[in-house]
Structures are given as structure tokens and as C-alpha cells.
């Protein structure tokens, strides 16, 4: 017996089934792994999928993540697309997939949803050199049913393009989807330092251009480690940072010389730094605010 449920918040229509009971509990740290259908809650550092009508996601999840910490860090890279309301269910469809409710069956996004978030939001993307992905391909997800999530609030493409096309709309998208900055808030900083794998404060030495995007190359030995996170030796010694993942083409701070830079980021499966935020090294209040609260701050908030 199915019961339909329609959540308060009107973020996301899901099937509610009566046997909920099939998935099991596990310990809930962000590092377990999970390779069984599972229900846990979604941690609070999961900022993309906060406030979306439930609190229990199915793990693994329809992205094939198995466990928290990986699905927190693939998770940040999408925060920025978010942010510019390209349209107004790409929460939804991100959420469906991130953080799938907890039911005895996968709830899949119905194509439409998934074509009607590319048709808005692949051009946003595609100005700031960020491809839609394979691993959003909508053909991989069913025809509208009964049994799949649609869209729920309709598009904001016309309110997004005139944003876009204004120069403040434009200055504004570039700061927030490209997470380069130099005068980004202390809060923006502390933010991405607790979502970052690795936080390090470096000089560059060379920055050069590759069919895999550009690459940012550090000095080793002119460099101060706030967070090491899952970086080896071997990856500090040759230190080369990638910008593939988010639309760093268009950002024009970082380049070679004696200025240093804040770089936090994560380690992508093939062993690549992937930056998520850069920062000019700057000496304004808040830049030294957040410096001086990194070993401070309770990231588990």
C-alpha cells in the first residue's frame, strides 16, 4: 500500500511506504561506509540538502557515494550552481539524487525535472566553463510515472538571464560560482574552510593551461598547512592544484609571483588537487578574523 505525502516545506513530493522497516540503521559517523540499502540522517555539514522536508537519506546514495564524507564533498562543488537560482527546483533535483529520501525503494527524478534544471542551468555552467556532467545525463533517469520526482516549482530563467546580463548580476555570479575571492566574509571563509579536505596558504610558481583545464603549479617550500586532510607526501612535494571542477577559466586572481594565495580543496579519485576556494592573501578584518579562528572553529556545526 502506497500513501502519497506532499512535505510542508514544497521542496520535493515523495511515495511514502508503509514498510519502512527494510532499511536498517547504522552508526551514522560521516566515515562509515555503506554498501547496503541503509537509512541515516543527514548531517548538518551537508549544507547543500538542509531544509528539504526530511531528515533521512538513503545510503548508498542514487549517485553511488558510499559514505557521508564522500557525498559532503562531492555535495560542496554544486553549492555555488544553488546559489544563482538557475532555476528553482535545482535543489530538488540535486537533493533527490545527494540525498535520497529513505524509502524500501530508490526515488528517482523523472527526466522532465532533470531536462528542465539542464535547459536553465547548463548555460550558467557553461559561462564559467563547468560542464554538465556524464553522472547527470537525464535519459539515465525514467519517463514522468507515478514512482519518479517532478518538477515542483516551476523555472526562474527569465528573472535568472536578466540577472545575468546586467554587470551587477554578472559581478555577482562571478563571485559566488567561481569561489574566487578577495574580499570574500569571515563566515564565507570559515564555511568552505570546514567543507575543504585540505586548506593551504601557498605562492605559485606557474600556471599553465592542459586539455584537462588549467593547473596551478605551488612553491613547496613557501607554503603553511592549516589543514592536511588526505594529502600525502607525494602530494605535497609536487603541489599542483586543478581548476577543472569549478570554473576557475574565468578567474583571473591567481597567477605566478610572490603574492600568496588561500587555497582549500579536495582530493578528486584520480589523485588531483581539486580547488573549491581561492582567496588573495589579504590583510583586511575579516581575512585575519577567519585565519586565526581555522584551528578554532567547530566545523561539526
Known amino acids: 500500500m502506497v500513501s502519497h505525502t506532499i512535505f510542508s516545506s514544497g ?33 548538518r ?101 507515478n514512482l519518479c520526482i517532478t518538477a515542483q516549482m516551476g523555472n526562474a530563467s527569465n528573472a535568472n538571464n536578466s540577472a545575468i546580463t546586467s554587470n551587477t548580476g554578472q559581478e555577482k555570479l562571478m563571485n559566488v560560482y567561481t569561489q574566487c575571492h578577495n574580499d570574500a566574509p569571515a563566515s564565507l571563509i570559515l564555511e568552505y574552510y570546514c567543507k575543504a579536505e585540505f586548506v593551504i596558504r601557498v605562492k605559485i610558481d606557474k600556471v599553465r593551461d592542459s586539455t584537462d583545464g588549467k593547473k596551478y603549479i605551488a612553491n613547496k617550500k613557501k607554503r603553511k598547512i592549516y589543514k592536511k586532510g ?26 605566478k609571483g610572490n603574492d600568496f594565495y588561500l587555497v582549500m580543496g579536495k582530493k578528486a579519485k584520480d589523485n588531483k588537487l581539486i580547488m573549491t576556494f581561492a582567496h588573495t592573501w589579504v590583510t583586511t578584518k575579516d581575512f585575519r578574523y577567519a585565519t586565526r579562528r581555522f584551528k578554532k572553529t567547530d566545523c561539526r556545526n
Open 11 to 43: 521542496m520535493i513530493i515523495v511515495l511514502a511506504f508503509l514498510n519502512f522497516d527494510k532499511c536498517r540503521s547504522m552508526q551514522e559517523g560521516l566515515t562509515g561506509r555503506y554498501s547496503k540499502p541503509t537509512c541515516v540522517n543527514i548531517p
Open 45 to 145: 555539514q551537508l549544507s547543500l540538502c538542509q531544509d528539504i522536508g526530511y531528515s533521512r537519506m538513503r545510503m548508498p546514495n542514487l549517485l553511488d557515494h558510499e559514505s557521508l564524507s564522500e557525498v559532503q564533498t562531492q555535495s560542496v562543488s554544486w553549492l555555488p550552481l544553488v546559489r544563482t537560482a538557475c532555476h528553482e527546483d535545482v535543489k530538488l533535483f540535486l537533493c533527490s539524487l545527494f540525498t535520497p529520501v529513505c524509502l524500501d525503494r530508490p526515488i528517482y527524478p523523472c527526466r522532465s525535472l532533470c531536462e528542465e534544471v539542464k535547459r536553465d542551468c547548463e548555460p550558467v555552467m557553461s559561462q564559467f566553463c563547468f560542464p554538465w556532467p556524464e553522472m547527470l545525463r537525464c535519459d539515465k533517469y525514467p519517463e514522468d510515472n
Open 230 to 255: 588526505t594529502l600525502k607526501k607525494r602530494d605535497l612535494n609536487r603541489l599542483t592544484f586543478w581548476a577543472t571542477e569549478t570554473g576557475f577559466c574565468n578567474c583571473d586572481i591567481i597567477t
